[in-house]
């Protein structure tokens, strides 16, 4: 419904550009050192439009065809990566110096440009934990949903409530997540405790 409201809005538009031109030609000068050009609107919006399309066709020839697409891809990529890792780098110094709220904002940047985020998030919890900032933390935990950190998120949030005092809570999320995993020691660990 939306597409055919913006193709009927680019028609009148079309037709009120056309009556216009209609009405008056217009012209365009282009004038450059001491040799000038002269033309019609008209052609010289054909002309512009004519020119980009052929630059969008050349770019899609080069990308394409020689392969510099794969290029840009994997340089990106390395790129992303290589700032993920300064992040991470530079929060774990603030982290070392005792600036958790640094740390925090560092390790959350990392997070948001990494293509693996678990690290980073877990560094950020403990940054925000250090801070007695909670909510925070938990918010943390929740944005790390791979399915394959299940249990390390678990254990984390575990140990959150723990070191909080929230014994219930950690008692309870331990208990039913133990008969899942029985066979790690530390949830039996945490248990005990």
Known sequence: MIKM?????????????????????????????NTS????????VILSVTALVSVFIVLEILLGVLGLRAL????????R???????FSQGMAMSAIDNHAAA?????????TATEPLSAYLAAVQAA????????AEDYL????????????????????????????????LKSIYPHYKKERVISQLLLE
């Open 5 to 33: 409201l913006f193709g009927l809005l680019f028609i009148a538009m079309g037709a009120a550009l056309g009556f216009a031109f209609i009405e008056d030609r217009g012209y365009v000068l282009f004038v450059w050192h």
């Open 37 to 44: 050009v002269e033309m019609s609107l008209v052609f010289a």
């Open 72 to 79: 840009l891809k994997r340089w990106l990529m390395l790129r």
């Open 81 to 87: 990566y290589q700032q993920s890792q300064r992040y």
């Open 104 to 112: 925090e904002k560092l390790f959350v940047r990392s997070a948001q």
């Open 129 to 136: 934990q250090a801070q007695q900032a909670v909510q925070r």
């Open 142 to 173: 929740n944005l790390i949903n791979d399915k394959k950190h299940h249990l390390t998120v678990h254990i984390t949030r575990v140990e959150l409530w723990l070191a909080t005092g929230q014994w219930e809570a950690a008692a309870a999320r």
